[in-house]
């Protein structure tokens, strides 16, 4: 069928990447299974099999589907009034709206330490999502909100840097609250106009 209809393939392959995507930030990595993949959709585990070769390669095509969101979040705060809007809606939709699991991201880089099909993945997942970062705050340069005389790129990694220990320091017990706050006046303090 899919032969034939070529846009019915592309439509079931979006569907099995967005349950994939849900079920591994609910579960994590390694307590996802191709099978509970397959179960969730209705169909059967060969049938996941003729559109992804394994879970790594689903997770891949997982971290795409991530950083296309990634890029509507920073589009999204890129057209508010002021940089302090824009970063809430970026804490907001990544941490609280968005569900993002830090505990998966947490679990991923432990398997990224002995996994070199994993840590391929994640390396190449961040770097393109840094590449969207650092051009947030290039557009953001071009609207004068920030100075011109900072490195959007390492504006980019310190931004980076920070939401990673945020995540850690929720996985070990701190409020979104707390952590919203903290997130707010770092970036603030590192791309102050004055």
């Not at 589009?75 to 940089?83: F, K, M, P």
């Not at 970063?87 to 907001?92: A, H, T, W």
């Not at 931004?159 to 952590?179: F, H, N, P, R, Y």
Request: charged content about 30%; aromatic content about 10%; some cysteine.
């Amino acid at each position: 069928m899919s032969q034939l209809f070529p846009e019915y393939r592309d439509e079931v392959r979006n569907k099995i990447i967005s349950t994939a995507y849900r079920i591994f930030r609910d579960r994590g990595y390694h307590a996802t299974r191709m099978e509970d993949i397959a179960q969730e959709l209705k169909v059967t585990k060969p049938a996941l099999y003729q559109y992804f070769n394994g879970k790594e390669e689903l997770f891949n095509a997982v971290c795409e589907f991530g950083r296309d969101e990634l890029h509507g979040i920073f589009d999204r705060a890129l057209n508010q009034n002021s940089l302090e809007e824009g970063c809430s809606i970026i804490f907001d939709t990544l941490l609280q709206d968005f569900s993002f699991s830090p505990k998966l991201g947490v679990e991923l880089y432990a398997i990224a330490a002995r996994n070199d099909a994993i840590r391929a993945i994640i390396r190449e997942s961040r770097l393109n999502d840094l590449a969207i970062v650092e051009e947030f705050f290039k557009q953001l340069q071009k609207k004068h909100i920030i100075r011109k005389d900072l490195d959007p790129h390492l504006i980019a990694r310190g931004a980076d840097a920070l939401m990673s220990g945020i995540q850690i320091d929720i996985v070990l017990g701190m409020t979104l609250e707390k952590a919203k706050s903290v997130w707010m006046s770092s970036i603030l303090a590192m791309v102050r106009s004055h």
